[in-house]
């Protein structure tokens, strides 16, 4: 369970996340939507204890990340960041963040078999494709098996095979118990993904609950998110 109470997010004089709140459940797939710089990021950075909210708080698991004991164990995400050092062949990357969160070597292994990089856990990292690191990403994200995941825009730049196998994934993850958060800005790949919807826009929480719901009203889901995100088509 991920638990987010009226977070507040300010940089100077600009306001990033404003009175947010939002749940996602264990068991489904929660898609968090929203144009860019809606204030996506800056929720899940706040979860995942990278960022320090003004005010309110965020919870995983019924704990502020900072308290959580192993967080690899409760928690795993893909955050759209630099990843490792091109040199670094992918198995060793993940061998260093395994034991460094105590995880024995065989889930090493286990993990690069999830993720269909069984072949190339010793290719440089430099040498793998947009998909290929994604995939190595969403692998340090499972390397704990943890009960909530959190991913921040898994499908950019996956062509529509890895596009499928990343819905697949997760929505077994969610069969399996897992909180899953998924943030994207393309409407039509959460469609396909999430149970539930939550759509922030100008760092505000703009809709939350099931597709259905999200769509009720509207002639399209197109016009849903549109008209909710104050008619600004990107
Ligand atoms: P999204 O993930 O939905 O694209 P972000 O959470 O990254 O949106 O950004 C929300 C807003 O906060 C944007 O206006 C962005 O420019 C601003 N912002 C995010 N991080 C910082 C930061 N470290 N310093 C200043 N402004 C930031």
Redesign the pocket.
Known sequence: MIEVERLT?T??R????REVSLTAPPGVVTGLI????????????AVLGL?RPTSGTATVAGQAYRDLRFPLHTVGALLDDAGPVPERRAADHLTWVARSNGIGRARVREVLDLVGLEDAGRTRVGRYSLGMKQRLGIAVALLGDPQVVVL?EPMNGLDPEGIRWIRHLVQQLARDGATVLV?S?FMTELESVAQRIVM?AG?QVRAAGTVEEFTDGYDSLEDAYFERAGGQRR
């Open positions: 997010k940089y100077g600009h306001t990033a996340v929203g144009p860019n710089g809606a204030g996506k990021s800056t929720t899940l950075r960022t921040d943030a800005h922030i760092g």
